[in-house]
């Protein structure tokens, strides 16, 4: 299986009171929204291969965002961070923290929310669409400009996620948090004898 | 002179109003032609949910669909069924006839096989046939 996957390598601090570790399913690539996006005129929208590989680096660094209903994004509420971004088969995994001690009732609707109900949702500024006229927008270029947690039921795409990691930990505990049957995502290892706060890209060969 | 001065002044208002608009249909044409889509959010429009109400009429036109599927089944499988339960001297009596298969019976073929019989043993014979549905 082919991945891509990119990171910013923060300093860990161990027991950090502002950071809850989480990681999702952003969208899908190569396939159609369930349902047309905000913004793409009714049409459905399809973000290809190559657009999201391509546009991966931008979404290092963008915040998650929320709104207090939980259906869709307010720039303005930016409750965490993304800090790594992998395109697995066809789901863009990413990972990051939320800011816990600042947004708490983020964390308690996530925490207390049942298993599926929470998905992600991404904001994407300069697309280019290679066929205005076709029922399905092909996204042939986009850049990630944030994300949103969401109620699954109102992302355009439904087969996103999102989950905590059972720690304030950066790195540990999500794998522990998987729930059953399903496989904690893979995720870049971290290159030692670099330095932090780099931005690496690649196989995942390259990160082992 | 003042009332030519404000004429030429509004007709001048409307005339930049209408090029204004012509260039921001224009931009907006551009942007449609060369594709590019300023913003686009991953989650859904409010007001272009999908009602309780839809997603209840959905599951119930899921559900009729699946029920009278099922029926189809169960009607094809009645009626073959039902086929299998021709009175054996009727049956016997259609062979001799050269009638072998109950599943395409051609009327010429079906009345030269009951010939013989009266009319009301045709009759009866062919309700039999009808009941079994071997014909319509």
Known sequence: ?208 | MEIDASNIFDKLNAAVSLLERMAASLEQREALMSGDVQKIVAAVEQGAEVSQRELELERKLAAAEQLIAELRAQGSTAAQSVRKTLPATTTQLLAKGGITSLESIEAGALDAALTGLSLEQRIAVKAQLIRAGAIA
């Open chain 1, 1 to 208: 299986m082919r991945l891509e996957a990119l990171a910013v390598i923060l300093p860990e601090v161990a027991g950090h009171p502002n950071r809850v570790s989480f990681e999702g399913v952003l969208t899908l690539v190569d396939e159609p929204s369930s349902r047309p996006p905000s913004g793409a005129r009714g049409h459905r929208v399809i973000l290809t291969r190559p657009a999201a590989v391509a546009a991966l680096p931008s979404l290092l660094g963008m915040a998650v965002d929320y709104t207090p209903s939980w259906d869709g994004h307010d720039a303005r509420r930016k409750c965490g961070i993304i800090t790594q971004a992998d395109v697995a088969g066809n789901r863009i995994e990413v990972s990051g923290y939320l800011f816990g001690k600042d947004f708490p009732e983020v964390e308690e609707q996530v925490r207390g929310s049942g298993p599926g109900t929470m998905g992600m949702s991404y904001e994407l500024s300069d697309a280019h669409v290679e066929d205005m006229n076709a029922a399905v927008w092909s996204l042939t270029r986009a850049t990630f400009t944030g994300a949103a947690i969401l109620l699954r039921e109102k992302a355009a795409y439904r087969d996103t996620s999102f989950r905590l990691a059972a720690k304030r930990c950066r790195t540990k505990g999500l794998a522990a948090n998987a729930t059953q049957g399903e496989k904690p995502a893979e995720r870049p290892r971290r290159m030692y004898g670099r330095s932090n706060w780099q931005m690496e890209t690649g196989k995942d060969a390259r990160w082992r």
